[in-house]
């Protein structure tokens, strides 16, 4: 990489002088450089940069080092002889690949002479190691031939300082943008510390002082115990903390996070820190929730499918069956919906697939199940009833519902229902015969007209 400076002097020598200062911090009056000699630089000037560690080296125009100085010896591992035999184009790598001295004549012999420049080279040590360089130089004309003076510092330290300094914005980048922060707790203590990134998760200004007391209170009140738990567990047992909670902000908000964290001990091995990381996960959640809901809900309807209501009807039986109430499986056949279906279009029996289920659900309690299980049938699970009457009463508030017409997209329709009901446990106590026993009661209601119900 070239970089021009865009400085002129009125004698080649002043250049080194100047150039030095600023790199060594010494004043123009401690470095006097003698126009005179045009052959090394004066012993003050030599002296602060053996110093400094900065390299010197005068070189021909063919290239040929004509002088040098020992903090150059030391940074190449050539000796004073070796330096002799040497050209400049030796030193370097050569980046451009056409050619080491080549490429070194065409940038240090490129008038105007009196400007400096710099560049970011490669030094080869004489054990093959190479070294990232900074170099300054600057040409001279004296009569007919050419020379050029360099300064060559060594920048492994600042490119490893400044290789730290990105590594570091990156980590605190890929935190940021992963929305992970680290913890630290001193345990049985309220002694918290946690990095810039988890005040804004527990919805606090970025400076907020951290606290276990502070971290106990964001937590949601019905995760609390949860949270306290595990990291019970995990100190009593020396297990990984791994947790899952809701936090809520001061206006409300509700997030969720996602907390994992080590236990430090010294060397003893009595328990000191537990560390970790924490980041929040409500994004992941809402998508974990979208799959589930797609995975047991009707995707037209919104209702439960037919994988959900079987489980819940599982969950009713052994209910039933353990409190010794009586619980009700109700299959629904919508009368006339190939003949709507057929006769408006799929957009039209779409609808009226929605609102049935809608009405259905405006029907029943608020505890009761409406599933849709296909086509344009429905089933419903009724639990704790008081009697098996009342099942036949919900049944014919149901009928009553849907002899209200339908407006579906400027039609008027009106739907017959056809209901067959089994109870359990008076006419079974397994999910497979209820569901059996219902829909062959359906067949038998649909059989007898419409609007009808029948109970197995």
Known sequence: ??????????????????????????????????????????TGLMTALERSGLGYVRIDSAGCIL???????NLTGLSNDEFTKLRISSLFVDHEHTGSGRFITNIVFTPPY????????????????RIPVEVWFAGEVSGTKAQTQWLIRDVRETKEVERLRLSEERYKSSRTFANIGTWDWTVGSDALHWSEEVAPMFGLPSDTVPAYSLFCEAVHPEDRARVKENEDICIAQNLKHDVEYRVVWPDGTVRWLRETGNLL?????????????????????????????????????????????????????QRATRHQ????????????????????????????????GSRLKSAVRGTDTVARIGGDEFVLILEDLKNVNEADKLAQKIIAAFQEPMDIISHSLTIDLSIGISICPDNAATTTELIHLADTAMYAAKAAGRNKVRTA
């Open 1 to 42: 990489m070239i970089r021009r400076l865009d400085m002129a002097f009125p004698f080649p020598e002043l250049w080194l002088v100047a150039l030095a200062s600023m790199l060594i911090g010494v004043g123009f009056s401690g470095l006097y450089f003698s126009r005179k000699t045009h052959h090394a630089p004066d």
């Open 67 to 73: 002088s040098h100085n020992a903090a150059l010896e």
């Open 265 to 317: 001990r010294d060397e003893h091995g009595n328990l000191m820190r537990m560390i970790g990381v924490v980041r929040d996960i409500t994004d992941q959640k809402e998508i974990e929730h979208r799959y589930r809901h797609m995975a047991y809900h009707d995707p037209l309807t919104g209702l439960p499918n037919r994988g959900l209501f079987e489980q819940r009807l599982d969950l009713a039986v």
């Open 114 to 129: 009196d400007r400096t420049h710099s560049y970011d080279l490669t030094a080869v040590k004489k054990d093959g190691a």
């Open 325 to 356: 109430v009586s619980t009700a499986v109700m299959f629904l056949d919508l009368g006339k919906f190939k003949s709507i279906n057929d006769t408006y279009g799929h957009i039209v029996g779409d609808e009226v697939l929605i609102e049935a």
